[in-house]
């Protein structure tokens, strides 16, 4: 499973809403525990970016481009964050995704490769450099 990514790595953190499953002092911890482990990643070199996303937004939609609510912070499906890895590999990437300080308290981690490019633009390429070969 160690594929090579040029483009680096996207950790997306998925999960519970902390601040009602974890006394004040457990979500001190756990919160203490997230910044050490992103500093060191950053101080590692391979953390880029990272930053946790507000509760709520905003979904545009459709055709006529319908803004409604959402996502909500009470779905277990809303991205509560991200980091951005600066590592050459998927297996690189879930070891450290397996380190989580959120994981043992509901948090999941979605680990996804950064595309070079616009995965429908390079198709598009394609499919015109055939007809007109």
Do not use: H
């Not at 680096?8 to 809403?17: E, H, S």
């Not at 545009?60 to 277990?76: C, L, M, N, Q, W």
């Not at 959120?102 to 490769?113: C, F």
């Amino acid at each position: 499973m160690s594929t090579q990514n040029q483009n680096g790595y996207m950790l997306l953190f998925r999960g519970t809403d902390l601040r009602k499953s974890l006394s004040p002092e457990e979500l001190q911890k756990v919160t203490d525990n997230w910044m050490a482990w992103f500093r060191r990643l950053t101080e590692e070199g391979k953390a880029v970016a990272g930053n946790p996303l507000e509760r709520e937004g905003k979904i545009v939609s459709g055709r006529d481009r319908i803004v409604s609510d959402g996502p909500f912070a009470e779905s277990k499906e809303a991205i509560g964050g991200y980091f951005l890895l600066d590592v050459a590999t998927m297996d690189e990437a879930l070891a450290i995704a397996k380190e989580c300080p959120g994981l043992p308290y509901g948090i999941r981690v979605e680990v996804r490769a950064v595309a070079p490019e616009c995965p429908l633009s390079a198709e598009t390429q394609r499919e015109a450099q055939f007809a007109t070969a």
